[in-house]
């Protein structure tokens, strides 16, 4: 490098040489001198080029020693020129400024071009029609044969460049730039979150919210373990082979039912009209058969307008560390345990956010960063092209100025820029295969051909870019350039503080801004603390708010299209499913039907024939027989009247012994049809049905194809509408997320965490979406919303669902499918923790022999993305779930504590051994996830009092006496106001004043009256946001929040000098490494056919 400006100090020094004589050589045509002349004396452009000459030689011959063959090698004969490239090794060292220090060149380009073969010099270029010398230090010289401008050699030695490996020490190098964090933390799992400022606050908000997140779990989950165990003193769900289904229903309240012997429902319409009181029909069946009151059909289960009350037997009682207590005071006292939990949550949820804001606070307290001394100007005049206009202006009123950097519409150009670099990327790697194969002689000629074209249409699809740039560059497309934003740095605290003070934020600060504060005397300046340089999005700084806003409306519109095409699609396999499937009762067909269960067969081929003729004919005649759902109440009283034939019959039938005739039983069941006159008899064309359901359960209907022809039909549509059904989802999780990734850029955000803050929410809402209400939806009963979608398209595929309540069923058909979903989604998240270590360190290895390129092999020793939004989305949706269905499924919360510990812990594994450091974020994506926590705790309230209420108790007196009149008529109103189907809650309750009576029992009423309250906080706090905004509009001094105060921070250089300053030293968009693509310089050239 001194020589090279020694050569810019004596072309500056010389003056341009004569005009050429007659004999002058043209442009790129070497002399030939006469025999005996003596050697012309040195000048400027000759000694030049002689010392560059020499450097280059000295180049050539490195290059020539590092790709030499190995011994027992042959190296194919080259001719032409050699392309050394920035990508090479030696190149790549001094383009990096030995080892991660970016060097970029400077050169200027002249615009003028000589014609006439003559000589130019403008103090800056020179150019003698041979050679061509650019005053930038020495980095840039041409002389028709060689290029070099200090990061990039071309020479006319071979045609097409030879082969340079990469070096695996830059690529360690650049590995532990990229990567420092893999060998400054030495133990992982034991450090903190605040050892990790150094990788930026955003960071620390993540493993510090974790952690708090971890601990108050592990409290919720030590309080739920006795509503856990009180669950399992119920006995209503049997043992189960799946442990783990039998352990989620058997801690759920379903567990607990019934509550009493018997209960009255009160009012019911008899067969004449009349209003009668009798108990519910579930009193014969989901009551076990107790002895309860007659009840009709037409029974309604509410007591208000109606003759009669609601009335019990005797509550049931439970056992539960030798004390017997009665179910119903159970659920009031479990209702008052969870409330504990709920408080001990709420805490956690509203301190939170002030936890975090300490924290960005300490950090940025014991963290000296560029930010500390810069701020961000808007709204200045649109053609300010020179930084050293708003140098003078800030200079003069503020302080003394370290830095301006000034921010373009170059959206299009940059994203241009960036597309290149991706399509570069790409033709390195296919050029040094190419390269490669050619010097391997094992490789054949044909297979290096077709390296080559593949290469060389890389390389057309480069051209293609630089054409769309060049075109932008000559202003031949796109909007003349405007500045947009800038960033002024400060040389010490107290100017940048100062300018913060001057340029106060607010509407009456900026109205009321004095002339001598605006710019040009005429522009009201709007000024702000930078954000961190790498948080900057510099292509979309030019894209307004509101047109950011009607793009995030349209990718959110678009999202919700998306899920609700998913909804309908599973909702349709589903109905699909569950109508080709027929539930039976095992052990009732065992003991009326005469097939051998062990193994599953019916040999006897008379009985087969009268079983299946017998079902035919009861589908002809629309009877009920088939219907496997049948009761067992109902069986054991046909059984009756049907057994003495069977039992006589038997006792006159000789057995025969041949495989054709079965067993005993069959030939007794073939022997009572006969002694019916070969009439079927009650279970004949039920035993059809459990046969072939049988077989479909142990997976072997195709065995029966034949025979069980109706139902291998319909078992064919459920295997298709389960794999569908299984399939959509898959493709959902596979799908959204990339597909959310690449919607969101194209909101067109101004930094990288609020282009991350949108893409958290969006994750959030979807796996919440598909995790949890989908189910909830597709499984529940909506008579309303079923009656409004009839004769539409819709009918028969959405709100099929046979769920109608928190009864037993929904435990085991949507809460089991809840708490797997809790289990395996984080599990297997973690599990791709191990995946992506592994797949790290094999993919380093594999490189070793693979990579042809030195941007390869550094790509592969760079860790992976330590995406935090993902993380973010993923914690959210578990505290959703968790918090939403845990007031009556409490075993959730241990299992969330599991999910978040085991986050926190191997999250920092990954982080420390992975994972490359994230861009350095400010505090919204943590700020954003705080302020979404609270929201869980209204969910939990309106599931516990949905699910506690199936269970009918007296009202609380004390509640009622507060809120009670305001929420009956609230109902009153919603019933007579809201319209259809929402005025019944979709056809969910007969009466609103259901709602109200359910809300007020014993077991509810302090959730509902915490409910009020917490939402009246919520509306509370969401207002008082609002109002802060705008007042900190009026009068920031009293409610702007994050006002800047002195911290201590050292003059800018003398931070810099001290290595005190952390992260980048500039906002130069050319220092960020994002954007170091779109200031490479491009050496035009034709396209010849050459690598």
């Given at each position: 490098s001194?020589?090279l400006?020694g050569?810019?100090?004596l ?10 004589a ?8 070497r002399?030939?001198?006469e025999?005996g ?7 400027a452009g000759?000694?030049g ?7 280059a ?6 290059l020539?020693?590092?790709?030499a063959?190995?011994r027992?090698?042959s190296?194919r004969p080259?001719?032409g ?5 920035a990508q ?7 383009r990096r ?22 000589t130019y010099?403008?103090g ?9 010398y650019?005053?930038?230090g ?16 071309w020479?006319?030695?071979?045609e097409?460049g ?9 690529a360690?190098?650049?590995a532990?730039?990229q ?9 992982p799992?034991a450090v903190k979150p605040?050892d ?7 960071v620390?908000l ?5 952690r708090t997140?971890s601990?108050?779990?592990l ?7 006795p509503?856990?165990y ?7 769900y049997?043992?189960?082979d799946d442990?783990?289904q ?5 801690t759920?309240?379903?567990?607990l039912?019934p509550?009493?012997?018997w ?6 319409f008899g067969?004449d009209?009349e209003v009668?009181?009798?108990?519910p029909t579930?009193g014969s069946s989901l009551?076990?058969?107790v ?6 059909e ?5 007591t208000?307008g109606?003759?009669?009350e609601?009335?019990?037997?005797e509550a049931?009682r439970v ?6 207590q009665?179910k ?5 006292g479990?209702?008052y ?11 956690f949820?509203?301190?939170i ?7 960005v ?5 014991n ?12 709204d200045?005049?649109r ?6 206009e708003?140098?003078k ?16 519409n ?10 290149r670099?991706k399509?570069?990327?790409a033709y390195?790697?296919a050029?040094?295969r190419?390269?490669k194969?050619?010097?391997?002689p094992?490789?054949?000629d044909?297979?290096a ?7 060389l249409?890389k390389k ?11 075109a ?16 002024v740095?400060?040389?010490?605290e107290?100017?940048f ?5 001057e340029f106060?934020?607010?509407l009456?600060?900026w109205?009321?801004?004095?002339k ?7 522009y009201r300046?709007?000024?702000?603390q930078?954000p ?15 047109e ?8 959110s519109m678009f999202?919700m299209a ?28 065992r ?5 051998g ?7 006897n081929?008379r009985?087969r024939?009268?079983?299946e ?5 009861d589908l002809?005649?629309?009877a009920?027989?088939a ?7 109902a069986?054991?009283?046909l ?6 034939s ?10 025969e012994?041949g495989?054709e005739?079965g067993t005993?039983?069959?030939q ?6 006969d002694?019916r006159?070969s009439?079927c008899?009650p ?7 459990c ?7 142990a ?6 194809s034949?025979y069980?022809e109706?139902?291998v ?13 299984q ?6 999780n596979?799908?959204?997320?990339p597909l ?5 850029k ?8 609020g282009?991350?803050?949108s893409l958290?929410?969006?994750?959030f809402?979807?796996?919440?979406f598909n ?17 409004y979608f009839k ?12 769920i109608e309540d928190?009864?037993p069923?929904?435990?085991a ?5 809840l ?13 791709g ?6 797949t790290y360190?094999?993919k380093r290895w594999?490189?070793m ?8 092999l ?7 993305d330590f995406?935090l939004?993902t993380?973010y989305?993923?914690?959210l ?6 918090m ?8 959730l919360?241990?299992f969330a504590a ?6 926190y812990i ?6 420390a ?12 994506l943590a700020?954003?996830?705080a ?5 869980s ?5 309106l ?8 269970y ?17 008529s609230f109902c009153d109103?919603?019933?007579?106001s ?5 005025h019944n ?6 009466s ?8 007020l029992?014993k077991?509810t009423?302090?959730?509902t009256?915490i409910?009020?309250?917490?939402t009246?906080?919520?509306i509370?706090?969401?207002i008082?946001?609002?109002a ?5 509009e009026?009068a ?7 006002l800047r105060k ?6 800018f ?13 500039t906002?130069?968009i050319k220092e960020d490494p ?12 034709a396209?010849d056919g050459?690598?």
């Amino acid at each position: 490098s001194a020589t090279l400006a020694g050569v810019a100090r004596l072309a500056r020094a010389t003056p341009p040489a004569p005009p050429r004589a007659r004999n002058a050589r043209a442009p790129g045509v070497r002399p030939t001198p006469e025999r005996g002349a003596a050697p012309p004396a040195p000048t400027a452009g000759s000694l030049g080029r002689h010392i560059l000459s020499e450097a280059a030689r000295s180049r050539r011959a490195r290059l020539r020693s590092r790709s030499a063959p190995r011994r027992g090698m042959s190296r194919r004969p080259r001719t032409g020129k050699v392309a050394w490239d920035a990508q090479s090794v030696a190149s790549y060292a001094t383009r990096r400024g030995g080892y991660g220090k970016s060097r970029r060149a400077s050169s200027r380009v002249s615009a003028y071009t000589p014609s006439d073969g003559g000589t130019y010099y403008d103090g800056d270029t020179y150019y003698d029609g041979e050679s061509r010398y650019d005053g930038d230090g020495g980095e840039t010289y041409y002389d028709g044969d060689t290029y070099y401008d200090g990061e990039s050699y071309w020479g006319d030695e071979y045609e097409e460049g030879a082969y340079v490996p990469p070096d695996f020490d830059i690529a360690d190098e650049h590995a532990r730039e990229q990567n420092p964090q893999h060998s400054a933390i030495s133990k992982p799992f034991a450090v903190k979150p605040m050892d990790l400022k150094q990788y930026g606050v955003g960071v620390v908000l993540y493993f510090t919210y974790m952690r708090t997140l971890s601990f108050c779990f592990l409290v919720l989950g030590v309080l739920a373990l006795p509503s856990v165990y009180l669950n399992l003193t119920g006995t209503f769900y049997e043992p189960k082979d799946d442990l783990l289904q039998q352990m989620i229903e058997q801690t759920s309240l379903g567990n607990l039912f019934p509550l009493y012997e018997w209960e009255m429902g009160g009012p019911a319409f008899g067969a004449d009209g009349e209003v009668v009181t009798t108990a519910p029909t579930i009193g014969s069946s989901l009551y076990g058969g107790v002895s309860a009151p007659p009840s009709p059909e037409a029974w309604v289960n509410q007591t208000e307008g109606f003759v009669g009350e609601w009335t019990h037997g005797e509550a049931l009682r439970v056992t539960y560390f030798g004390f017997k207590q009665g179910k119903d005071e159970l659920l009031v006292g479990l209702s008052y345990l969870n409330l504990v939990l709920l408080a001990v949550f709420t805490g956690f949820a509203f301190v939170i956010g002030p936890v975090q804001e300490n924290i960005v606070k300490e950090v940025d307290k014991n963290l000296t960063t560029i930010e500390d001394y810069s701020v961000s100007v808007r709204d200045m005049p649109r053609d300010v092209m020179d930084p050293l206009e708003l140098w003078k202006f800030f200079d003069q009123r503020i302080g003394k100025v370290q830095d301006v950097q000034l921010a373009y519409n170059t959206s299009e150009l940059l994203g241009l820029a960036l597309e290149r670099e991706k399509l570069k990327t790409a033709y390195d790697s296919a050029a040094g295969r190419y390269r490669k194969a050619r010097e391997d002689p094992d490789t054949s000629d044909r297979k290096a051909e077709k390296l080559k074209e593949t290469a060389l249409e890389k390389k057309r699809e480069l051209h293609s870019v630089d054409a769309a740039i060049r075109a932008i560059q000559n202003d031949r497309m796109g909007d003349p350039q405007e500045s947009i934003m800038a960033y002024v740095t400060f040389q010490d605290e107290e100017s940048f503080l100062q300018c913060l003070k001057e340029f106060r934020p607010g509407l009456l600060a900026w109205i009321f801004r004095p002339k001598k504060l605006r710019m040009r005397e005429k522009y009201r300046l709007v000024v702000k603390q930078a954000p961190p340089p790498g948080d900057i999005k510099w292509q979309n700084l030019q894209f307004g708010f509101w047109e950011r806003q009607f793009r995030q409306f349209n990718i959110s519109m678009f999202t919700m299209a998306v899920l609700a095409v998913a909804f309908i699609s599973i909702a349709g396999v589903t109905t699909l499913e569950n109508e080709t499937s027929t539930e039976y009762d095992q052990e009732g067909c065992r003991a009326e039907c005469a097939y051998g269960t062990d193994p599953l067969t019916l040999p006897n081929v008379r009985l087969r024939e009268i079983y299946e003729t017998c079902f035919q004919e009861d589908l002809a005649s629309n009877a009920t027989a088939a219907n496997a759902t049948a009761t067992a109440a109902a069986r054991r009283l046909l059984q009756a009247d049907a057994g003495a034939s069977s039992a006589t019959n038997a006792t006159t039938v000789v057995y025969e012994t041949g495989p054709e005739f079965g067993t005993p039983e069959q030939q007794d069941a073939v022997a009572a049809f006969d002694g019916r006159g070969s009439t079927c008899g009650p279970f004949d064309a039920f035993c059809y049905a459990c046969y072939c359901l049988e077989h479909i359960d142990a997976t072997s209907v195709y065995r029966e194809s034949s025979y069980c022809e109706p139902y291998v039909y319909g078992f064919t549509l459920q295997i298709i509408a389960r794999a569908a059904s299984q399939g959509i989802i898959l493709v959902l999780n596979v799908v959204l997320n990339p597909l959310l990734v690449f919607l969101v850029k194209y909101e067109r955000h101004h930094s990288n965490s609020g282009e991350q803050r949108s893409l958290m929410v969006k994750l959030f809402l979807a796996q919440f979406f598909n995790s949890s209400i989908n189910l909830l939806i597709i499984e529940g009963a909506f008579p309303g919303l079923k009656a409004y979608f009839k004769g539409t398209l819709a009918e028969g595929v959405l709100f099929e669902g046979d769920i109608e309540d928190a009864d037993p069923n929904w435990y085991a058909d949507v809460g089991s499918p809840l708490l797997f979903a809790i289990v395996t989604s984080p599990l297997s998240a973690r599990l791709g923790t191990l995946v992506r270590f592994i797949t790290y360190r094999v993919k380093r290895w594999l490189s070793m022999s693979s990579a042809v390129t030195q941007d390869e092999l550094n790509a592969a020793f760079e860790g992976l993305d330590f995406d935090l939004s993902t993380r973010y989305g993923e914690v959210l949706n578990v505290l959703f779930v968790t918090m939403c269905f845990s007031g009556g499924m409490p075993l959730l919360v241990p299992f969330a504590a599991v999910t978040f510990l085991m986050n926190y812990i191997i999250d920092k594994f990954d982080f420390a051994r992975v994972s490359k450091v994230p861009p350095w974020y400010s505090n919204d994506l943590a700020y954003a996830s705080a302020s979404l926590v609270a929201y869980s705790a209204v969910g939990h309230l309106l599931f516990a009092v949905w699910a506690n209420s199936f269970y009918r108790v007296e009202e609380d007196p004390l509640v009622a006496s507060i809120i009670g009149d305001i929420l009956y008529s609230f109902c009153d109103a919603w019933e007579k106001s809201a319209p259809k189907p929402l005025h019944n809650l979709f056809g969910t309750v007969t009466s609103m004043r259901t709602v109200a009576r359910r809300a007020l029992q014993k077991n509810t009423a302090w959730y509902t009256l915490i409910l009020v309250v917490l939402t009246f906080v919520l509306i509370c706090r969401t207002i008082a946001g609002v109002a802060r905004t705008v007042l900190a509009e009026l009068a920031p001094g009293t409610f702007a929040r994050g006002l800047r105060k002195a911290e201590g921070n050292p003059p800018f250089e003398l931070a810099v000098q001290g290595e005190q300053l952390v992260g980048p030293k500039t906002y130069s968009i050319k220092e960020d490494p994002q954007y170091e693509a779109a200031f490479r310089k491009i050496v035009w050239e034709a396209d010849d056919g050459n690598i």
